[in-house]
């Protein structure tokens, strides 16, 4: 089983559920989050902020942050869909963080593994 945590722009969020439902994704746990990398936070208009008589930038995107685990097999076509539908060729298109996972427990059952999922 993987992990895949991907984060990404908010507007892409809908597509990236549908790929997920395509693949027959048993869950999914969704968060909003604000974040920067290589694009430094850096928007069409940078936010100057007054905060305690210092001025700051705020330097933080908003961003869309999705985990889900899933069979290994599956991995490899769900990079691929959500690359084609996420990839703008733009600083700020997210990432994929990809996890291996020991385990699973359903709560409810007891079941183990991928019947987990």
């Known amino acids: 089983m993987?992990?895949?945590?991907?984060?990404?722009?908010?507007?892409?969020?809908?597509?990236?559920?549908k790929i997920l439902?395509?693949?027959h994704c048993g869950g999914m746990t969704i968060s909003t989050v604000m974040g920067c990398g290589t694009q430094k936070g850096i928007a069409d208009e940078t936010v100057v902020n007054e905060i305690k008589g210092f001025k700051t930038t705020i330097?933080?995107?908003p961003k869309v942050?999705?985990?889900v685990v899933v069979h290994e097999k599956k991995v490899e076509p769900i990079i691929a869909s959500v690359r084609?539908?996420?990839?703008?060729?733009?600083?700020?298109?997210?990432?994929?963080?990809?996890?291996?996972?020991?385990?699973?427990?359903?709560?409810?059952?007891?079941?183990?593994?991928?019947?987990?999922?």
Request: hydrophobic share 40%.
């Open 59 to 61: 330097n933080l995107l």
């Open 21 to 23: 439902d395509e693949v």
């Open 2 to 17: 993987k992990e895949l945590v991907m984060i990404i722009r908010p507007e892409k969020l809908e597509d990236i559920k």
């Open 65 to 67: 942050r999705i985990e």
């Open 84 to 117: 084609e539908i996420c990839a703008t060729d733009h600083v700020g298109d997210g990432k994929i963080f990809i996890r291996n996972i020991e385990d699973a427990v359903r709560i409810r059952t007891g079941e183990r593994g991928l019947k987990a999922l």
